[in-house]
């Protein structure tokens, strides 16, 4: 009978799993782990499950402002900064040959901002003041470039200013968004579910990093990620009355406007 341990498919998860090097001492302790074992399953799970969970990110956002048909309360120049720290961590990790479990859901951010910038832009139509082709047609030729550039022609020795460079983009695309609200007074249609999934994402993120890579890079990044996902997550209940009024008043346009059509 064969020993469904002994297979090539348990032995190629085990080496995704553990690694080459331990994957064959952890696989004769199944199912009674050891700590080093178990822990290292227990971060590839958690890896996973961020992943996935980040697929949902920015749903409800989209989902406010599919309701509102508006942009309201959402800083482009926060969407544009947030594209290229998404962008850089992924490239980081692919370049470093880091395990996708430890940074696959800044490509799914990533894209997912992409589809918040089309949002905005095509909601911004419909104010006083679209947004117009020249800042569009930039924001997509230089992040292909940009791309391009980074995979094809820097070198190893610089793969970690991609992350480095990620902090004063973060402090500024946050910082956007952070000043944004202070100044309007209200969230619109910022999501309380996407800002407590950063803040616990980057928490968890610290951890796994520590133990998946131990990268401080990476590490400190997640750590101002956080901080600043802190900072919203406090706004949010700051102005939560007054967000509630201003998006109850859109609704009510909304309604008023499709009466008006109808007849």
């Keep these: 009978m064969v020993d469904p341990l002994n297979t090539s498919l348990m032995k190629s998860l085990a080496e995704w799993i553990w690694g080459a090097d331990n994957s064959t001492a952890c696989l004769q302790e199944v199912p009674f782990l050891g700590m080093d074992c ?31 048909q508006s942009a309201a309360g959402i800083s482009r120049n926060s ?22 479990t430890a940074y696959g859901e800044n490509i799914s951010l990533m894209l997912q901002n992409a ?5 905005v832009w095509n909601f911004s139509i419909k104010t006083s003041s679209p947004v117009k082709s020249q800042e569009k047609a ?10 391009v550039a980074v995979i ?25 968004q952070v000043f944004a609200t202070f100044s309007e007074g209200h969230t619109g249609n910022l999501s309380i579910v996407t800002t407590s999934m950063n803040l616990l994402g980057a928490i968890i993120r610290i951890l796994t990093t520590i133990k998946e890579t131990g990268d401080m890079v990476v590490i400190s990044g997640y750590l101002l990620s956080g901080s600043l996902s802190l900072m919203m997550f406090v706004q949010y209940w700051m102005y939560l009355a007054k967000t509630t009024e201003i998006l109850k008043k859109a609704e009510e346009m909304k309604k008023t406007e499709t009466l008006k059509k109808e007849e």
């Design 138 to 147: 930039l924001v997509v030729l230089c992040s292909v470039i940009y791309l």
């Design 115 to 119: 589809v918040l910038i089309l949002m």
């Design 152 to 176: 094809k022609a820097l070198p190893e020795e610089y793969w970690h200013l991609l992350m480095r460079s990620t902090w004063p983009v973060m402090l500024y695309a946050r910082g956007s």
């Design 38 to 68: 178990f822990s290292q399953l227990v971060t590839k799970a958690v890896g996973i499950l961020i992943i996935v969970a980040s697929m949902l990110n920015k749903i409800p956002i989209m989902r406010n402002m599919k309701k509102s």
């Design 79 to 100: 969407l544009y900064g947030e594209l290229m720290v998404y962008s850089n961590c992924a490239l980081y990790g692919f370049l470093s040959g880091h395990p996708f």
